[in-house]
């Protein structure tokens, strides 16, 4: 290992320092450590120190290598934080109370050392323990700015029974859903399948079964009959425990990206997922792995393109959130746009719709990591 391992901050009262952490404990640990790479690429390094920090599958903080090559998919594998850590790399931790921001790196046997300060943390992890409000609570204790939603926006963009009960609440329109909670499964599944075979057969086959707290399209199944229903409701409980329902809305898939600029949100163009042969959905494979062809910007009607604009900055007012959301929606084909469902970390590779649609919106990716760091340094943390 270097002798300058762990690396000091140079200069530290001229830069303010970003702490990129990404991974997870989450299934969705390697998507995040693809979209810390792009985000690691892209951070200009003039105006910001940069301070990358892994968290491992099992939960392991590590300061990891600044190095974004290590960090894509390669032959259609996903990367994780133990291929960048540093070999025999210690444990980094945070601050956790509001009137310090030393990072300390300790590893065994060693006296810990600091870092330096931390001006602002960039989560970039997708899923449970990171997108959820989790992560987010920590850095309100320990009073760090941090890039994106706040605890309980956090939290209500991850469960998606939650989040369309919000939206409903403004007005919004959602399509039709049913959930199965843990203690209901658990006491009587069979009133549970009932209940969504009797949801399937008012709103008709096929279904979506989802996780309700997971993201990146990860456990989701299309079951077009009774036969599929088992095996899609086991493979959404390995992920969650909470079980989401959803009929299917007929009509285009159409994206939203909503950034918080200086003067308030702002939508970016739309994006379209045209239908694909090769996938059931737009599930994980077509997202990440086999990287699906979205159109940007969508092609709309100029009105169309304004209202989809106008309800994810509701969305995102809705919700509560800050920093950044994409919303996702139905197009029907009597022109009424139906909600789906938002992000608040949404997919930030460099083939992620998010970015793309603001590359179409005249906003560079760089620019874009600029503008969200500079949005999480104009707020003090504390209750919003």
């Not at 952490?21 to 998507?31: A, D, L, N, P, T």
């Not at 985000?39 to 892994?54: C, H, K, M, S």
């Not at 029974?161 to 399509?175: N, Q």
Request: contains cysteine; proline residues 8%; hydrophobic residues 40%.
């Amino acid at each position: 290992m270097s002798s300058e391992y762990p690396p000091q901050r140079r200069n530290p009262s001229i830069k303010p320092c970003v702490a990129v952490v990404f991974g997870g404990r989450s299934s969705e640990h390697g998507i995040s450590v693809v979209t810390a790479g792009a985000v690691l690429r892209a951070i200009d390094r003039e105006r910001y120190d940069v301070l990358p920090i892994g968290i491992t599958a099992e939960g392991h903080w590590a300061l990891t290598a600044d190095d974004p090559a290590r960090m894509a998919i390669a032959e259609r594998r996903l990367p994780s934080v133990e291929q960048v850590a540093e070999p025999g790399a210690g444990g980094v931790r945070l601050p956790v109370e509001p009137t310090r921001r030393e990072v300390v790196y300790t590893e065994a046997g060693e006296v810990p050392k600091e870092l330096g300060d931390v001006d602002v943390v960039f989560p970039l992890l997708h899923g449970p323990y990171g997108e959820d409000g989790t992560l987010q609570g920590l850095l309100e204790l320990s009073g760090v700015p941090y890039v994106g939603a706040g605890v309980l926006s956090s939290a209500i963009g991850m469960d998606k029974e939650y989040m369309k009960r919000i939206f409903t609440s403004f007005g919004l329109p959602v399509g039709p859903y049913t959930v199965v909670r843990p203690r209901e499964w658990e006491t009587d599944p069979a009133a549970a399948r009932e209940r969504i075979l009797d949801f399937a057969g008012e709103h008709g086959w096929p279904v979506f079964v989802k996780p309700a707290r997971a993201g990146s399209s990860i456990g989701i199944s299309r079951v077009t009959d009774i036969g599929g229903l088992e095996a899609a409701l086991e493979l959404a409980r390995q992920h969650d425990p909470k079980i989401l329902v959803e009929a299917q809305v007929t009509g285009r898939e159409i994206e939203c990206g909503v950034v918080e600029f200086a003067d308030g949100p702002r939508a970016s163009l739309p994006a379209e997922i045209p239908a694909d042969a090769e996938h059931d959905f737009y599930d994980f494979e077509a997202k990440y792995i086999d990287s699906a062809e979205g159109i940007v910007p969508a092609p709309l009607t100029p009105e169309q393109t304004a209202e989809v604009q106008r309800l994810a900055v509701r969305a995102f007012e809705a919700v509560s959130c800050e920093g950044l959301v994409r919303a996702d929606f139905f197009l029907r084909e009597n022109g009424e746009f139906v909600i789906n469902e938002i992000n608040t970390m949404p997919g930030f590779t460099p083939i992620s719709m998010f970015p793309r649609m603001w590359q179409a919106s005249g906003v560079s990716y760089p620019e874009l990591v600029d503008v969200l760091i500079q949005a999480a340094l104009r707020r003090s943390t504390g209750l919003r």
